[in-house]
């Protein structure tokens, strides 16, 4: 049984404030090097993502995509370990129930203990990487908590829905999902960051929205990070959705992002029509591979180009 501590003093900066408590999660055989590689060897590797990326935090399109076809779960684990590697592995709690048990359990004690908060569905990622590798300044439409299990991350988490750290139009295009998450970055907004050092052990929320970026320590990290919508969140995501039609088809500008209300409805019905009758075509943003998995390159990564050249007999 999970245990998932939230003090009563501070529960009530769930989703509100940046939100740092401690869990049991780490303690359990599911995340040793032995369970992750079974779960890697059997994954369906549609949803495992492999990415690596640079070393400047202001240089947030650095991020690569490399294929993992054929790579074992050791030579994963292995590129991971030497290399300088992120591994996404989406959609975990579908692959293996032991997963879904579990955010079912974490979530069902968040809930127990933060009045109001029904999530209507969660799911997790669980997240492997590189000693001093980075996550780019980025934010998410989805709100998540992160349970940190091995190693130690930093964190950086900037204030939500400011528009000196993210741009309105920035966030909307995330939510439609015709860019990716990762945003422009300032050193100079570090003054309005809140830094946490992550330690197994702890877990962490922050406001819906607010960009963050991440930086591990001298180690391995193991995280699982789990994604949660409420009917406030769905809603709010309908309107972001509708409001960057509005503003790209239209040209209406700063339209309200408030999810209730006559014009919320206005606005997310009259979008669900042009969307149903072709008006709203979204392209959405993809990463293309730019490298393949090799636990023995430098970095755990090798140039597809190069990749090719090694294969040709
Ligand atoms: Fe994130």
Redesign the pocket.
């Given at each position: 049984m999970p245990i998932v501590e939230l003090s009563d003093s501070i529960r009530g900066d769930f989703g509100v404030r940046p939100l740092l408590s401690s869990h049991n999660l780490h303690q359990r055989d599911l995340f040793t090097d032995d369970a992750l590689i079974e779960l890697l060897d059997g994954y369906p590797r549609e949803h495992l993502y492999a990415l690596t990326m640079g070393n400047d935090d202001i240089q947030t399109d650095q991020n690569r995509l490399a294929l993992h076809d054929g790579v074992s779960g050791a030579s994963l684990l292995k590129a991971v370990k030497n290399g300088r590697l992120w591994l996404n592995i989406t959609q975990v709690h579908r692959a293996d129930r032991r997963y879904r048990d579990l955010i079912d359990e974490l979530f069902a004690q968040l809930r127990a203990r933060i009045p109001g908060f029904s999530p209507v569905s969660t799911e997790g990622t669980l997240l492997i990487s590189s000693p001093n590798v980075l996550?780019y300044y980025?934010?998410?439409a989805t709100p998540?908590v992160l349970w940190h299990l091995r190693g130690q991350k930093r964190i950086w988490i900037y204030p939500a829905l400011d528009e000196r750290y993210i741009k309105r139009n920035h966030l909307e295009d995330i939510y439609a999902g015709v860019r990716h998450?990762y945003l422009p970055f300032d050193p100079l907004y570090d003054q309005a960051a809140v830094v946490y050092d992550l330690q197994p052990g702890q877990w962490l929320s922050w406001p819906r929205n607010a960009p963050?970026r991440?930086t591990n320590l001298s180690s391995v990290n193991v995280s699982l990070?789990t994604e949660y919508i409420t009917r406030d969140s769905r809603a709010h995501a309908r309107v972001y959705v509708a409001n960057r039609y509005f503003r790209t088809r239209l040209g209406f500008r700063n339209l309200s992002s408030r999810a209730i209300g006559p014009s919320a409805i206005l606005k997310t019905t009259l979008h669900r029509v042009a969307r149903k009758v072709g008006l709203d075509p979204l392209y959405l943003k993809r990463h293309v591979p730019a490298f393949r998995v090799d636990p023995d390159a430098p970095n755990g990564v090798i140039a597809i180009d190069d990749a090719a050249i090694g294969t040709i007999p």
């Open positions: 996550v980025h934010a998410d998540s998450e963050h991440i990070s």
